[in-house]
């Protein structure tokens, strides 16, 4: 089977280009041989020219998956409840499911075994985020202050009892939402109060 040949691709992800080349083919046929495999879900489409072997996605590690994540949607940085997670500053686990900040559109990418989410952040909080392990992901203070500023909105739902508020600085969380919204700083006065922050 030529497909086979696309597992001698040694990259995470890749593109039609790289496809003609394993392929020996033009870009006009691997793009025809692309929509083949992912019909027959031999490949995973990620978005437009940007595709993954399905047999790859099981034996991802976690670090993998958030590179993925800011490939998908560019630019983007993993945050919310999966960098809480990543921290261990909570023990609510999204099975299955990433999510991350992004600034262009909310989008959400289905796998057959993870999901991508995208929840859209105003510019001027688009912030506090690093780059380690060759990915993007906030800090543990700003996925947080991300979580409050859209529940606030009722645009996201959070356990916040999982959460253990010793390991965030209570001072950099109020900082970051500064920039926010009355309505976001008042949710965390809330919280602060009812979990003695």
Do not use: H
Request: charged share 20%; net charge positive; with cysteine.
């Amino acid at each position: 089977m030529k497909a086979l040949e696309l597992n001698k691709i040694n990259k995470l992800t890749f593109s039609i280009e790289d496809i003609a080349s394993a392929l020996s083919v033009t870009k006009d046929s691997a793009k025809v041989s692309a929509n083949r495999y992912v019909k027959s879900n031999f490949l995973i489409r990620l978005k437009n020219n940007l595709y993954m072997l399905s047999n790859k996605i099981n034996s991802l590690t976690e670090s993998e998956l958030f590179k993925i994540a800011n490939i998908i949607q560019v630019p983007s940085y993993v945050s919310f409840t999966s960098a809480l997670s990543y921290y261990s500053v909570t023990s609510q686990q999204l099975q299955g499911i990433i999510e991350s900040a992004a600034l262009k559109r909310t989008k959400e990418v289905n796998t057959q075994i993870v999901t991508f989410n995208y929840l859209i952040l105003k510019k001027e909080f688009y912030n506090n985020f690093v780059f380690t392990n060759e990915f993007f992901i906030a800090t543990p203070e700003k996925a947080l202050a991300d979580i409050i500023y859209l529940s606030s909105m009722n645009r996201y739902q959070c356990d916040f009892e999982a959460i253990d508020f010793k390991k965030i600085d209570k001072e950099t969380v109020t900082k970051l939402l500064t920039i926010t919204n009355t309505k976001s700083i008042n949710y965390w006065n809330k919280l602060c109060k009812r979990y003695k922050i």
